[in-house]
C-alpha cells in the first residue's frame, strides 16, 4: 500500500511538472486624487480601510510611491505607458493617450490575454469610445458622475443608475466572473475621491464626529515662499477659497475621505470574486491613487506642486507567486514603474521604450540597486495657469523645485529646497541658505542629468503667465 501510495504521489508529481504553470492574471484598480496616507495601513488618524490594508498585510505596501507629474492624465498616461510626460505627451488634462502608443494592456493583450476596461479614463476629454488594446470596455466622456453616469458600454451608450463607485465595480465583478479559458487583465478606473464630493448616503455623515484641524503650514507664507502660493490663498486652490464650491473646509475633509470608503468596500468586492473564483492567488493585484492631493498643507488645495502631499501616492501590490514575504517596501517607486512591473511579473514582453524599472526584485525581496534621485516635471494648463511650471528633482532626504524664471528671482518663483529628513512638512525653504549651497548644486546638476537622460532637453519652460485669480466650478478637473 506505501509503495503504490509513492508510486501514484510521484507519479502526480511528474504530472505537475510537466504541465506548464498558467500564466497570472492582472488587476489593476486606480483611484483619483488619493493621498498616500489615505489609508488605515498608512497610520491615517481616522479614516479606516480594511479590504485595502488586507492587501498590503499580504503584499508589499510602497511606503514612499510617487507620480512623476501630479495631475490625473499625464500620470494615468505615465501608468499605461510607464513614460514621463515629455515622452508620452500626454502633458495636460485634455491630451488623448496617443493610439500608437504601447501599454501595458495592449502587449498582454497580444499575449493573448482578455483585456478589459471598466470606469474612469480621462485622457481625451469629450471621447469615450473603446481605446486601442482592451477587448471589453465600459467608461464614459470627462469625469462622469458620483450618481447616474452615462457609459459607453461596447459601443452602447447607456445611463447607469446608481453611485459611480460601485456601478464600475458591478461591471468588474460581472468581467471576473465570465467563464474563460485564457487568462485577463483588467482596469478599474474610480472616480473616487475626486471632487467635487458626493459620498455615499451610508458614508454622508461618516466622520460628523471628527474635528478637523488645519494642517501646520496653512498659512506659512514667509519671504522664501513662491510668490503663487500667497496669490492662490483665496482663489480656487487655494485653502480660502470656495473648496470646491464647499465653503467649508470641515465639510472639505469630510467629504474627501467619506468617498474613500466606498472605494475601500469595492476594493473587498474585487477581492471577494477573485478569491471566489480560485482566481485570487494567480493574479496580480495593483493598487494605485493617480496623484497625491493638498488639503490646505502650504495654503492649497488641489494637486500639480511638488509639495510631497502633492506627489506622493499609494501603491500596494499582491501575488503571492512573488511576494513570499509582505511587507513595507521603503524605496522610492514610480508611478512609470508600474507597467513594466507588471509585465515582468506576468513574464510578458517588455514595453519598447519604457522609462520607468520594474519593482519586481524589491517585492520578491531580492537585494538590487535601485534609484537615488528621479526627475519629477508639470506643465501648466492655458485653463489652470496659477500653478507655474514646474521642474525638480527629489532624493530619499533632498528636494530640489526649481520654477521658470530660474532660482531666486524675487518677483517670479523663488526656488525651493527642502531637507526632509529634518524638515518633512517642508517648512524651512533653504534655497539661500549658505551651508546648504554644495547640495543645491549637487541637485541642480542631478536635476540637468535626469532630464538629458530621460529626453527632456532641451527644456523651454514658459514665463510666468497671468494669473487668473476664480475658476467657475464647472471647469474643475
Given at each position: 500500500m506505501q509503495r503504490r501510495s509513492f508510486l501514484a504521489t510521484s507519479a502526480a508529481a511528474a504530472v505537475s511538472c510537466s504541465s506548464p504553470k498558467r500564466p497570472p492574471n492582472v488587476v489593476f484598480i486606480l483611484t483619483d486624487d488619493q493621498r498616500w496616507d489615505c489609508l488605515s495601513a498608512a497610520g491615517h488618524p481616522f479614516l479606516k480601510t480594511p479590504h485595502l490594508d488586507r492587501i498590503a498585510a499580504e503584499g508589499v505596501r510602497f511606503a514612499n510611491a510617487f507620480t512623476t507629474t501630479s495631475l490625473c492624465s499625464p500620470s494615468r498616461a505615465g501608468f499605461m505607458s510607464g513614460q514621463y510626460a515629455h515622452t508620452h505627451g500626454v502633458v495636460n488634462n485634455f491630451t488623448e493617450y496617443p493610439a500608437s502608443l504601447a501599454s501595458f494592456p495592449a502587449v498582454l493583450q497580444r499575449a493573448g490575454y482578455e483585456s478589459a476596461y471598466i470606469g474612469k479614463w480621462h485622457m481625451g476629454e469629450n471621447n469615450d469610445e473603446r481605446r486601442p488594446g482592451f477587448d471589453y470596455w465600459v467608461s464614459h466622456k470627462g469625469q462622469g458622475k458620483y450618481n447616474d453616469t452615462e457609459f459607453n458600454i461596447n459601443g452602447k451608450r447607456e445611463v447607469v443608475k446608481g453611485y459611480y463607485t460601485h456601478v464600475v465595480t458591478d461591471f468588474a465583478v460581472d468581467f471576473l466572473k465570465k467563464p474563460r479559458n485564457k487568462p485577463f487583465v483588467l482596469c478599474l478606473g474610480q472616480k473616487a475621491p475626486h471632487g467635487v464630493w458626493i459620498p455615499e448616503p451610508k458614508y454622508e455623515h461618516a466622520f460628523d464626529h471628527v474635528e478637523v484641524r488645519k494642517p501646520p503650514t496653512a498659512y506659512e507664507t514667509g519671504p522664501l515662499t513662491p510668490a503663487f502660493v500667497s496669490e492662490r490663498i483665496k482663489t480656487?486652490?487655494?485653502?480660502?477659497?470656495?473648496?470646491?464650491?464647499?465653503?467649508?473646509?470641515?465639510?472639505?475633509?469630510?467629504?474627501?475621505?467619506?468617498?474613500?470608503?466606498?472605494?475601500?468596500?469595492?476594493?473587498?468586492?474585487?477581492?471577494?470574486?477573485?478569491?471566489?473564483?480560485?482566481?485570487?492567488?494567480?493574479?496580480?493585484?495593483?493598487?494605485?491613487?493617480?496623484n497625491g492631493f493638498l488639503l490646505g498643507e502650504h495654503s492649497s488645495i488641489d494637486k500639480r506642486t511638488m509639495w510631497e502631499e502633492s506627489i506622493r501616492i499609494p501603491l500596494l501590490v499582491r501575488y503571492p507567486e512573488a511576494i513570499r514575504t509582505p511587507r513595507v517596501a521603503e524605496e522610492m517607486a514610480l508611478n512609470i514603474d508600474v507597467a513594466p512591473s507588471i509585465l515582468d511579473l506576468a513574464g510578458a514582453e517588455p514595453l519598447p521604450a519604457a522609462q520607468?524599472?520594474?519593482?519586481?526584485?524589491?517585492?520578491?525581496?531580492?537585494?538590487?540597486?535601485?534609484?537615488?534621485?528621479?526627475?519629477?516635471?508639470?506643465?501648466?494648463?492655458?485653463e489652470f495657469p496659477y500653478t507655474p511650471n514646474v521642474?525638480?528633482?527629489?532624493?530619499?532626504?533632498?528636494?530640489?523645485?526649481?520654477?521658470?524664471?530660474?532660482?531666486?528671482?524675487?518677483?517670479?518663483?523663488?526656488?525651493?529646497?527642502?531637507?526632509?529628513?529634518?524638515?518633512?512638512?517642508?517648512?524651512?525653504?533653504?534655497?539661500?541658505?549658505?551651508?546648504?549651497?554644495?547640495?543645491?548644486?549637487?541637485?541642480?546638476?542631478?536635476?540637468?542629468?535626469?532630464?538629458?537622460?530621460?529626453?527632456?532637453?532641451?527644456?523651454?519652460?514658459?514665463?510666468?503667465?497671468?494669473?487668473?485669480?476664480?475658476?467657475?466650478?464647472?471647469?474643475?478637473?
Open positions: 480656487w486652490h487655494g485653502i480660502d477659497g470656495n473648496l470646491y464650491g464647499l465653503n467649508d473646509y470641515g465639510k472639505f475633509i469630510r467629504s474627501y475621505h467619506a468617498t474613500i470608503l466606498s472605494v475601500d468596500d469595492a476594493v473587498g468586492r474585487v477581492y471577494d470574486t477573485l478569491r471566489q473564483t480560485g482566481e485570487l492567488d494567480n493574479t496580480i493585484l495593483v493598487f494605485a491613487g493617480d520607468g524599472r520594474s519593482f519586481r526584485p524589491i517585492v520578491e525581496g531580492r537585494e538590487t540597486p535601485w534609484r537615488t534621485s528621479w526627475l519629477y516635471e508639470y506643465n501648466f494648463e492655458s521642474r525638480g528633482v527629489r532624493t530619499d532626504t533632498w528636494k530640489y523645485i526649481h520654477y521658470p524664471n530660474g532660482d531666486g528671482s524675487p518677483e517670479t518663483y523663488l526656488a525651493e529646497l527642502y531637507n526632509l529628513k529634518e524638515d518633512p512638512l517642508e517648512r524651512r525653504n533653504l534655497i539661500q541658505d549658505a551651508p546648504s549651497q554644495p547640495r543645491l548644486n549637487e541637485l541642480r546638476a542631478e536635476l540637468a542629468r535626469l532630464q538629458k537622460e530621460s529626453g527632456a532637453l532641451p527644456d523651454q519652460m514658459p514665463q510666468r503667465p497671468t494669473l487668473r485669480m476664480e475658476l467657475p466650478d464647472a471647469r474643475i478637473r
